[in-house]
């Protein structure tokens, strides 16, 4: 059966471990996720990322969240780029909003990858995890693990994890030790592809990134460019979220690396229903 459609398969079964019996003994480090990019910019502006709230998309099965972040007043706020962009209020809301449905749903594993480019102090990141209570869930690992050192799912939830939290750049781990370096777990394709057959599984980063070390983040994102600025294309969502688009850079990625990738990461959640 075509990996999409198993993962699509999940979002109307309830079962012990993110919604199939199966994940309860596989590694984390060996599940597909569905993702969504950027996905607390939700509306209908070229701006925005998603249609639907971060609620409605964790509803959807989606347990890979990627948020954009950016210093507003020395404070941390979910801005598009820029504040004057885009800007969806502070972190501590969005938190709040992950957190109310985390608590709800106990046999669930979410995963946030937080950005941080303007190098806000890591410790003001824990001071909104803290707040919105997602802090006591949040997975902190020992040591740096080797891709197959990840725990099975079950036994996450046994301890009382139900999230893992990563960061693109700018975190200390030695300061918040659940903030992962993400890219000492995971490695990128091309995050602004304007071409709709999406035609590679390239590493783009990090710089030397190593597929058969790292988990791999598929980035199933088509944009358009005006006048030299990249914006999202939401017009064909639905065409790009299809089985077919989606399966066709899946088989891509697993025929360059003998693996499929463990994130799919999508503009809009548009056609996962």
Request: glycine share 6%.
């Amino acid at each position: 059966m075509p990996l999409l459609r198993v993962l699509l398969f999940a979002t109307s079964v309830w079962a012990a471990c993110n919604g199939h019996d199966e994940l309860c003994n596989r590694k984390y480090s060996d599940i597909t996720f569905i993702g969504t990019h950027n996905s607390a910019f939700v509306g209908e502006l070229p701006v925005h990322n998603q249609y639907i709230s971060v609620t409605k998309q964790l509803d959807l099965r989606v347990r890979f969240l990627q948020a954009q972040t950016q210093d507003k007043d020395g404070n941390i706020q979910m801005c598009h780029t820029h504040c004057w962009e885009l800007d969806d209020g502070p972190l501590e809301d969005y938190l709040k909003e992950v957190s109310n449905w985390i608590v709800k749903h106990l046999n669930e594993i979410v995963t946030l990858l937080l950005t941080n480019i303007d190098a806000l102090p890591i410790q003001k990141f824990d001071e909104a995890f803290n707040c919105t209570g997602l802090k006591e869930f949040a997975f902190r690992p020992k040591k740096k693990l080797a891709r197959d050192e990840w725990p099975i799912l079950q036994m996450l939830l046994d301890d009382g994890t139900r999230l893992a939290v990563f960061m693109d750049y700018n975190m200390d781990e030695r300061k918040v030790n659940y903030i992962i370096n993400e890219f000492d777990y995971f490695w990128e394709t091309p995050y602004s592809e304007t071409d709709d057959s999406f035609p590679t599984c390239e590493v783009d980063r990090p710089e030397r990134g190593d597929p058969t070390k790292l988990m791999g983040i598929m980035n199933h994102m088509l944009n358009h460019e005006v006048l030299g600025i990249v914006i999202p294309n939401q017009v064909d969502a639905v065409k790009t979220n299809s089985e077919d688009s989606i399966q066709k850079q899946i088989d891509l990625c697993e025929g360059d690396w003998g693996k499929r990738p463990n994130v799919v990461l999508l503009t809009s959640s548009a056609g996962l229903g």
